[in-house]
């Protein structure tokens, strides 16, 4: 894993009455703990991949308790545990990044809405929106309408995320539904504290097993009792909702002084717009605003007498609802419609309809929403000046600079083992020309980004095989699909390779063995040879696939790049039929160095001869040409000023982050490019043989008029 | 509680992935609430801290937690524009996003940025020189800043044998707009418990760059060069022109011999002799000429390669570079792969030309490679290109000698008379020779743009604009799409209804590939 969370387990140890400092997801964690869940499941991905990790971490603490965790196999399996809590009184908890997996989960996420459930369900989602995010950008909002699945939206601090976590089981178990609770990144990554309670023993559990399976055919998802279900949802579980949030005051009002005004916000939202507030003067630095607000932690359901009676006697407020469709906002319109109420709605006319409501945005938002509503006895221009001042500086920064400035788009880490599989997909596209290539979801997604601007499509994690099948046929020539280890085991060796076989596609796909999820921090999965638990497992990429009928299958090490693309030239031109593939073999070059530096230092130090590889650009011989490069993108593969005075264009260089792999190397052979590289191999504690053998050769280099060295070996 | 300061601190550190910016955020962290100062931090990890620029944000409320009568200030999870107090930036253009951002305002911003570059994926895959103007941001920030702490923090960090997180943190430090003192921090850094030693060495020599204790970053010295004059330089050539062009008659004397640098100036002084206006533009034609006269007559082929590869300065270079301690043996491999056209380059003019000429046409250049490792710092490896170097002699029969001092004779004429008519056209027929370099296919890619330009444009009178429009096209994209459309379009402005005539009468003579017509279509057809 990327990330030891040993130090952040200890947190999870804290009795009642401490203070706990960590970062938000964690903060959940401790939650669930405190709430006397017996399960936890979920999928990992950014945000909530360390609610995820710490737990793998936390085995002394889950058995002394007695609850079950287990990282599913992808989303869909996640929230089908949560079917544990339909017949039993189980708290169970799950999680995953939204809204992609919330779409892989969403078949089981119906069929557990609609049974209901007996034990709180608490669905942690890890809303992966705006600044940051890698996925497709839309809401889980509309999840929650369609399957009648409430929605909290707490306000980005630890106490009241914590309380909602609590709350959010209570509210569960009252109205028999599932219940999500969406963060968003930044809130997922606060560092916070929050006073603690003591963890509490499920009431069943593998230590306190249950006796007798409960049968109730209501519980199943087959006609009849899915019309029954669907009318109780409506008539008993929605009202005892309703009911629940308002007598537990889960939504919040704070009042203000221009009370001819009001702000309905979504609880995560909160900080936000107190601090646009605070900016044009509207509000202290503790939150006390002078325009009244309704904070809606739970944005659904809504409570339709809360809304109307924040809204009554105001002229006009403003929705600050982030995403689109503007759900919130349609129904507050609605709300006060029927109740009669003639209070004007802003909100998407002075808010964008989408992207993510940073700071900036929602200043600006409030700042117009304030000019055009003319509060009673507020001086506008102020407010208008304060808003002219902060963002002056931007508008100044762009005559300054002239030019925006680079973007740097994530890419392949240096030593990366899927860089050097595009660099031969780009070698083979020079001989066999452009391909269509059906790309997948993992950090080979990259390959779209520059240098490589490979990969056409993207359909969805595991889908690369999938999403090439419609295409193929209308190509003369074979496409390839990339899929990654994650990918393949999250579902991609059903719906591609079993498909692709039983359909007998005549395809190409390139399979990333690194041994990890490495884009979510590096999890384990089937084939890295452990689960999370550090337990052996014994599952190969190769074994599933001979198992499923592949025929044509080749292992090929990444960084032999030259191997690479003679096999993907063969898997494209052969007459074999049927899906060929190819195991591109390397595992992630984060792992691996965070699992031989410590053993190489520990070496070193103890007197052990170690060889430090590292790669090189002679200066004089490079001509500038970044060829290399657009090859290739390593990190640590840039450029820097030329020393000659007569080359003004930048040459390649390679910087001290090169750890060895050798793909530039490679790459300038296998692509014919130049002889500029060089691969040293520094030999640290030299043996007296390494010693005796370099003097040798430098007196004799010496004699022959070469360097002298300048290393005096002894 | 009008006492209480009206807002927090808020500091923004942009940084890339790996740079510890996290951790430094954490001591921040941990500093605060050491003073028992309310404290929040935020930041996007994921897949952005894969290479990417990422951002950590702070914010601290300057009044300690007991003081507030059970209180909790409110904290943004965002930065906002014209909101931030202390701006840290870890490479010079994550401190121009930062001012794009509008993060960093005259009335509130400290920034404290290091001035070192880490080139974006875009600024690396130019042909040319793709790099971002560095010296915008400087400017920008002088603008823009309440105060600008501009330092080369990574050398800093190097020298000190720490990380950059660690000096940006006691610059930080040393600026006071931190709510706590240089003992706060440094206790923080204590309290982490990894490399601490090597963070409060870092974090010392950071606050004392930030107070102005070291002397500022003195600008990249020139190379040292050993004082070799050339009589016929200085006698024959301006001033102004003597530190280029000494240079070139270095280069091509170590490149081949005393005979071929006196070509060198004979080459040139027709240049000069044209450049009439040179007293008042610096020579800059004559200068221009000099420098890629003397690149392209030092053209890299195997004899080349294998000299630079052995000559005595290389080996501590490389040790240098990679870092090699002095007891540590070092073995080096050179990546090589030679070729029809490298053979062809070291055979006899008549023969190789003709062995060339048959792979050409046969589509078989790039068919016979041959892959080799060669290890220099073997005996056997380093006399094979001690062996190849020593073939320097035998350059002048080679066939490809004899087709570059051609196509520079060719070049040359063109800039000369072009000069006559036209010197802003003439320096931009010279700096086209920039366009030829590399090896292989990269050669031959930068040969055929060169050549169309000169045929389309040179060739037929184009103006300074138009070439210059061109060439930068030519290193726009390596498929050469930018350069078919900027000929096809210029091809269209230089028809004969502009009053041009559509060939110049006084193009070089023995060229089979004329373009004579007048159509948009001269780029695509001289290619094709």
Same mark, same amino acid.
């Given at each position: 894993m990327e990330r030891s969370f040993k130090k952040e387990v200890e947190l999870l140890r804290l009795r009642g009455g401490a203070t706990f400092h960590g970062e938000g997801i964690l903060a959940v964690t401790k939650a669930l703990l405190q709430s006397g869940v017996s399960y936890i499941g979920g999928y990992q991905g950014a945000p909530v991949s360390h609610l995820v990790d710490v737990l793998a971490d936390a085995k002394d603490i889950l058995d002394e308790l007695g609850v079950h965790f287990q990282p599913a196999a992808n989303e869909a399996g996640a929230a089908a545990m949560l079917g544990a809590s339909i017949n039993y009184p189980l708290r169970g908890a799950v999680t995953w990044k939204s809204t992609v997996g919330t779409n892989v989960a969403s078949d089981a996420l119906s069929n557990v809405a609609s049974a209901g459930v007996k034990g709180g369900a608490l669905i942690i989602i890890g809303e992966d929106y705006g600044e940051g995010a890698s996925i497709i950008q839309e809401r889980s909002h509309a999840f929650a309408m369609k399957s009648q699945i409430w929605l909290l939206d707490p306000r980005p601090n630890l106490p009241t995320i914590v309380d909602m976590v609590e709350k959010g089981f209570q509210l569960s178990e009252a109205s028999n539904t599932p219940v999500m609770l969406e963060l968003r990144i930044r809130a997922c990554h606060v560092h916070g504290s929050f006073v603690t309670k003591d963890n509490r023993a499920p009431q069943f559990s593998r230590n306190h097993v249950i006796e007798t399976p409960d049968y109730d055919?209501?519980?199943?998802?087959l006609p009849p009792s899915t019309y029954a279900q669907e009318k109780h949802k409506i008539d008993v579980r929605w009202p005892a909702a309703v009911k629940f949030i308002r007598d537990n005051r889960l939504n919040e009002t704070f009042a203000g002084r221009h009370d001819d005004i009001g702000i309905v916000l979504q609880g995560g939202m909160y900080n936000t717009v107190v601090r646009a507030l605070q900016q044009l003067g509207l509000a202290d630095a503790f939150g006390d605003c002078e325009v009244p607000l309704y904070v809606m932690n739970v944005t659904y359901p809504m409570v339709p007498d809360e809304v109307t009676e924040f809204c009554a006697g105001k002229r006009a407020v403003l929705v600050v609802e982030e995403?689109?469709?503007?759900y919130i906002e349609q129904a507050v319109n609605a709300m006060l419609r029927k109740a009669d109420l003639n209070t004007t709605v802003v909100g998407k006319d002075v808010l964008p309809m989408a992207g993510e409501y940073t700071g900036e945005v929602v200043l600006t938002g409030v700042t117009r929403f304030v000019e055009g509503a003319v509060p009673r006895g507020l001086d506008l221009a102020q407010v208008s000046a304060a808003f002219e001042q902060l963002t002056a500086p931007k508008r100044r920064a762009v005559e300054h600079l002239g030019a925006p400035v680079p973007a740097r788009p994530p890419g392949f880490c240096v030593g990366c083992p899927e860089r050097p599989v595009f660099s031969a997909m780009k070698i083979v596209q020079k001989e066999l020309g452009p391909l269509h290539v059906s790309a997948d979801i993992g950090c080979h997604t990259f390959s779209t980004l520059p240098p490589f601007n490979i990969g056409n499509t993207v359909l969805g994690y595991g889908l690369g095989l999938a999403s090439s099948t419609g295409v193929a046929p209308a190509f003369g020539k074979r496409v390839i699909s990339v899929m990654g280890d994650g990918g393949f085991w999250h579902n991609g060796l059903s719906t591609g390779v079993s498909s692709a076989v039983f359909n007998k596609n005549d395809s190409v796909l390139v399979i990333m063995k690194n041994g990890y999820t490495s884009a979510t921090g590096t999890q384990n999965i089937p084939s890295s040879g452990r689960n999370a638990h550090n337990e052996r497992v014994d599952m190969a990429i190769e074994n599933a696939l001979k198992g499923v009928g592949v025929k044509w299958l080749k292992t090929i090490r990444t960084y032999n790049i030259g191997t690479m693309v003679r096999a993907l030239r063969e898997a494209m031109t052969t007459r074999e039929p049927g899906l060929k593939v190819i195991v591109a073999d390397g595992e992630c070059q984060l792992e691996r160095q965070r699992r031989i530096r410590p053993l190489n230092a520990k070496a070193l130090a103890a007197g052990e001869r170690v060889v430090r590889t590292r790669f090189g650009v002679d200066e004089d011989v490079c001509t500038g040409d970044h060829s290399c490069i657009r090859l290739s993108g390593c990190p640590s593969l840039t450029v820097k000023p030329s020393s000659d005075p007569l080359k003004t264009d930048p040459v390649a260089h390679v910087n001290n982050g090169c750890v060895g792999c050798g793909v530039c190397g490679e790459v300038a052979h296998a692509a014919v490019l130049c002889p500029s590289f060089y691969k040293a191999d520094i030999v640290q504690n030299p043996t007296w043989f390494d010693r005796m053998l370099h003097r040798i050769r430098q007196r004799v280099i010496g004699y022959l008029g070469g360097a002298p060295t300048g290393a005096a070996a002894t | 509680m009008s006492d209480q300061p009206a807002r927090p601190v808020t500091v923004l550190i942009a940084a890339l992935g790996g740079e510890g910016g996290g951790v430094l955020a954490d001591w921040l962290v941990d500093a605060a609430a050491a003073e028992d100062f309310p404290v929040q931090s935020t930041s996007i990890p994921g897949v952005a801290q894969r290479t990417g620029a990422t951002t950590y944000y702070i914010e601290i409320f300057p009044a300690r937690a007991d003081t507030l009568g059970g209180r909790r200030p409110v904290f943004a999870l965002t930065p906002s524009p014209g909101n931030i107090d202390v701006m840290v930036a870890s490479e010079l253009i994550e401190a121009g996003r930062a001012m794009q951002n509008g993060y960093v305002s005259p009335e509130r911003t400290t920034l404290v940025a290091s001035t070192h570059r880490i080139y974006a994926i875009a600024e690396k895959i130019a042909m040319g020189d793709g790099r971002y103007d560095a010296h915008a941001v400087t400017r920008a920030a002088d603008q823009l800043a309440k105060w600008a702490v501009l330092y080369d923090f990574a050398r800093l960090a190097q020298q000190t044998g720490s990380v950059i997180n660690a000096v940006l943190f006691g610059a930080i430090a040393s600026t006071g707009a931190l709510p706590f003192g240089r003992a706060a921090c440094e206790a923080a850094i204590r309290r982490s418990g990894k490399g601490v030693e090597a963070s409060l060495r870092g974090f010392a020599a950071g606050f004392a760059c930030a107070r102005g204790e070291l002397a500022p970053a003195a600008g990249r010295a020139a190379a040292p060069r050993a004082a070799d004059p050339v009589e016929i330089v200085r006698q024959s050539f301006p001033p102004q022109t003597h530190a280029i062009i000494e240079e070139g008659v270095r280069r091509v004397t170590d490149y081949q011999d005393d005979d071929y640098a006196r070509l060198y100036l004979e080459r040139l002084t027709p240049i000069l002799t044209v450049d009439r206006h040179g007293a008042q533009s610096e020579y800059k034609l004559t200068n221009a000429t000099a420098r890629h006269l003397a690149l392209w007559m030092s053209y890299e082929d195997v004899i080349r390669v294998a000299a630079l590869k052995t000559r005595t300065s290389r080996i501590a270079r490389v040790r240098d570079e990679i870092g090699a301690k002095t007891h540590e043996p070092v073995v080096v491999v050179e990546f090589l792969k030679p070729g029809v056209e490298e053979l062809c380059a070291v055979l006899p003019a008549a023969l190789g030309s003709r062995v060339l000429a048959f792979a050409r046409k046969r589509g078989l250049t790039d068919r016979f490679n041959v892959g080799l490792h060669v290890k220099t710092t073997t005996v056997t490896g380093f006399l094979l290109l001690r062996t190849m170097a020593r073939l320097k002699p035998w350059r002048r029969r080679t066939a490809r000698f004899a087709e570059e001092q051609a196509l520079i004779g060719r070049w040359l004429d063109a800039v000369e008379r072009c000069a006559a008519r036209d010197p802003a056209a003439a320096i931009e027929i010279a700096e086209c020779a920039r366009l030829i370099k590399g090896y292989g296919e990269t050669h031959r890619r930068g040969l055929r743009n060169f050549n169309l330009i000169f045929e389309s444009l040179a060739d037929r009178r184009a103006d300074a604009a138009a070439i210059k429009q061109a060439r930068e096209a030519a290193l726009a994209d390596p498929e050469g799409d930018a350069l078919d459309k900027t000929l096809a379009a210029l091809a269209g402005s230089l028809s004969p209804s502009h009053g041009l005539p559509a060939v110049d009468p006084c193009i070089f003579e023995g060229? $089979?590939?004329?373009?004579?017509?007048?159509? $948009?279509d001269v780029a695509r057809a001289a290619r094709g």
């Open positions: 055919y209501s519980r199943i998802c995403g689109q469709p503007a | 060229s $089979g590939e004329q373009a004579s017509s007048p159509s $948009g």
